[in-house]
């Protein structure tokens, strides 16, 4: 190069021979960081893309339908007591929900484990508990099934 000879960089920086090395230097440690940055950010992009891609992909998963949900003929005892007239027919959910609230209420869970508890005479009757126990929220499913007939 010519004493005065300009060459164009990236980003139209200009290095002349008139800057001193270390200035030159500086210049090109900063356009290599700023390549730097760039390169990152297209990585993250490119991850980015190929998430996208995979899960615009995916099956969507179908809800399967279960006995749960149906409406069902639930017995005059459980009916009740759940202060529910006659013929009403609700889904294993919703009775399930009304009895754990009758439940939560009427404070019948214990204190120090609130996942349990102990029915009172009229809850166990309905559950058919001879003797009365404490058992979990999950095992009352197990004690209120015979109430429920299919449609």
Known sequence: MSSNQ?????ENV?????QSLEEQF??????????????????LTVKELQRNV????????VKKHTVMHD????????LKYLKQPAGTTLTKSESM??????IKNTNLQNKDN???FTPDK???KVLNMTPIKSITFVELNKYLAHHFTPN
Request: positive net charge.
């Open 122 to 124: 009229a809850l166990g």
């Open 54 to 61: 995979r899960n615009a992909c995916k099956p969507r998963k």
């Open 97 to 102: 929900k009304a009895v754990s609230l009758i």
């Open 14 to 18: 200009v290095y002349t021979e008139n």
């Open 26 to 43: 500086q210049n090109v440690s900063n356009d290599l960081q700023k390549i730097g940055g760039t390169a990152r950010h297209l990585q």
């Open 6 to 10: 300009t060459v164009i960089a990236p």
């Open 114 to 116: 609130r996942r349990m």
């Open 71 to 78: 409406p069902m003929t639930i017995s005059a005892e459980l």
